[in-house]
Structure formats: structure tokens, C-alpha cells
């Protein structure tokens, strides 16, 4: 598995966060709960 620190797991982190950011913007629900939470 990845070992916190090298390049292999800030790559995995990073494809992690992309993944998960572009499938909250396909569900309108949640999306608008993160407008609301800004406020």
C-alpha cells in the first residue's frame, strides 16, 4: 500500500480528492449543502 510521505500516496490522495470533489458536483443535493455550509 501507499506509505504516508512519498509520491505514490500524494498522487493517490490527490486522484482521492478529485474523484470525490467531481462526484459530490453530480449529486444537486449535496452540492447545495455545501453552498449552504459556506454561508
Do not use: C, D, R
Not at 506509505?3 to 452540492?31: D, M, N, R, W
Amino acid at each position: 500500500m501507499a506509505t504516508p510521505g512519498t509520491a505514490f500516496y500524494k498522487v493517490v490522495s490527490f486522484l482521492y480528492y478529485v474523484v470525490s470533489v467531481e462526484f459530490i458536483k453530480h449529486i444537486p443535493f449535496l452540492t447545495n449543502y455545501q453552498k449552504e455550509a459556506k454561508k
